[in-house]
C-alpha cells in the first residue's frame, strides 16, 4: 500500500485547549482552522481543513489519530485489512464526518490507547494557506500533515495493526541503551514517502502521556532556525536544541507544549522509496545535537 495512506489530523484533548493557543500560532507558526461545534479548536499547516484538533477534556494527551486514503480502493482496502487483523472497524455518522470534514470515516479502538479513524477526502479549507511565521510552508503533499511519535507498552499490536492490518513497513528501529539491563526500543513506521509516520517506543508500562511528539517538517531549513529562535526567545522547555537524526536524517529541534508533549520542527529527512531497503538498527537518535537545551 505504498503511498495510500498519509496522516490526515491528530486529536489531542487536554483540560483547557486555550492553552495552546499562542503556543501554535505564535511559536510554531500554524494557523487556525475552523472551530468546532462543541468549542473544539483546529490548526492547519497546509490547505486541508484541520490537522491538529485541540478538544477539552481530562486525558492530557493525544487521544485520537486520522490516516487518509488516497482514493475509494485504498479506503476499503485499508478497512478491509483491519478487519482481516482483528481490528473491525465501525463506520462514521454523518456528524462525525461534518466534524472531520472528511467524506468517509471507518474508526476503531487502536491498541495504543487512541482512536484510528481511516478517512476519505479530508477537505481543504476556504482559504489558501499562508503562515507569517513560516513563509517556506510545511511539507505535507502525499506524506501527510507530519509524524507522530508514541510511547505504549502494546507495541507489538500496536506495530501489528499498522503493519498487518494497514500495510505500513518497518523503515529502521532504534535500540537505545539506557543502563545494564534496559535497552528502549523504538520501530519507525512509513507509508509514503515520510521516513515515518508513526514511531513506537517500546514502554514497560503505561506512561502518563503517550504522546512523545508530534514532528512538522518546514520546507525551507530557516525556518527551523527561525522557529528555534521563537522557542529560545519563549520561557518554554527545549528538551532537544538543534541536531539531525541518525536514521531519518532530519535537521530538527524540540520544544516542550504547554500540554506537555514536545513538537518536533524540521527539515530534510530523506525521503523513503518503494524499494525500500535500509530496515536496520540504529544504536543513537541523533548524528549530532540535539541535547538537552532547557528543561522544564
Ligand atoms: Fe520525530
Do not use: C
Request: charged share 20%; aromatic share 10%.
Amino acid at each position: 500500500m505504498f503511498g495510500q495512506l498519509e496522516i490526515a489530523y491528530l486529536g489531542v484533548e487536554i483540560p483547557d485547549p486555550s492553552s495552546l493557543d499562542s503556543f501554535f500560532t505564535d511559536i510554531v507558526g500554524l494557523v487556525p482552522g475552523a472551530p468546532g461545534a462543541d468549542g473544539t479548536r483546529t490548526w492547519r499547516n497546509d490547505d486541508k481543513a484541520q490537522r491538529l484538533i485541540v478538544s477539552a477534556g481530562p486525558a492530557n494527551d493525544a487521544v485520537l489519530v486520522g490516516v487518509e486514503a488516497v482514493d475509494e480502493a485504498a479506503f476499503e482496502q485499508a478497512v478491509a485489512g483491519l478487519a482481516a487483523t482483528g481490528f473491525a472497524t465501525t463506520e462514521g455518522t454523518a456528524a462525525d464526518l461534518a466534524a472531520r470534514h472528511v467524506q468517509r470515516l471507518a474508526r476503531v479502538d487502536a491498541p495504543w490507547g487512541m482512536t484510528l479513524e481511516v478517512v476519505l477526502g479530508l477537505q481543504r479549507a476556504e482559504q489558501p494557506f499562508a503562515s507569517p511565521l513560516v513563509p517556506g510552508g510545511f511539507y505535507t503533499h502525499g506524506v501527510g500533515f507530519g509524524h507522530i511519535a508514541l510511547a505504549t507498552n502494546a507495541f507489538d499490536e500496536a506495530v501489528h495493526l499498522l503493519v498487518d492490518g494497514l500495510g505500513f513497513r518497518q523503515s529502521d528501529w532504534i535500540e537505545l541503551p539506557m543502563g545494564p539491563d534496559l535497552t528502549i526500543k523504538v520501530a519507525f513506521l512509513h507509508a509514503n514517502g515520510r521516513h515515518h509516520t508513526f514511531a513506537f517506543v517500546r514502554a514497560p508500562f503505561e506512561m502518563p502521556q503517550r504522546l512523545h511528539h508530534v514532528m512538522l517538517e518546514v520546507n525551507q531549513r530557516d525556518d527551523v532556525g527561525m522557529a528555534f529562535d521563537r522557542a529560545w526567545a519563549s520561557s518554554l522547555p527545549i528538551p532537544n536544541g538543534l541536531g539531525v537524526h541518525d536514521n531519518d536524517r532530519m535537521f530538527s529541534f524540540y520544544v516542550a507544549s504547554p500540554a506537555g508533549f514536545a513538537v518536533e520542527i524540521g527539515h530534510g529527512a530523506r525521503t523513503v522509496t518503494e524499494d525500500w531497503d535500509d530496515n536496520r538498527p540504529y544504536d543513537r537518535a541523533s548524528v549530532w545535537g540535539h541535547q538537552p537545551l532547557r528543561m522544564g
